[in-house]
C-alpha cells in the first residue's frame, strides 16, 4: 500500500506540468487562428504604410510635379 501512495503522489506532483501543457496548447490555439483570420500583429501594418519619399516618387511618376520641383522636394526630405 504505501507504494501506491508513493506513486499517486508523484504522479499528483507533475499535474501542474499537465495544466501547464494545456494553456500552452490553448494560447497557441487562439493565436494561430487570430492570425490565420488576418488580424495586424505587431509591426506588420507598418510595413505597409509609404514613406514621404515613396509618395513624392509617385508624384513625379503620375506627373503632378515636374523635375525641378521633384529635386528640390527629395533634397528637403533627404536632409
Known amino acids: 500500500m ?4 508513493n506513486g499517486s503522489g508523484w504522479m499528483m506532483g507533475l499535474g501542474w ?4 501543457s494545456i494553456w500552452v496548447l490553448v494560447i497557441v490555439a487562439v493565436v494561430a487562428m487570430l492570425r490565420w483570420l488576418g488580424v ?3 509591426d506588420r501594418d507598418r510595413t505597409q504604410r509609404k514613406t514621404p519619399l515613396d509618395i513624392l ?3 513625379y511618376a503620375r506627373g503632378e510635379i515636374d523635375r525641378e520641383e521633384y529635386e528640390q522636394k527629395r533634397h528637403d526630405l533627404k536632409t
Do not use: D, H, I, T
Open 2 to 5: 504505501m507504494y501506491w501512495a
Open 17 to 20: 506540468l499537465f495544466m501547464v
Open 40 to 42: 495586424p500583429w505587431g
Open 57 to 59: 516618387q509617385e508624384r
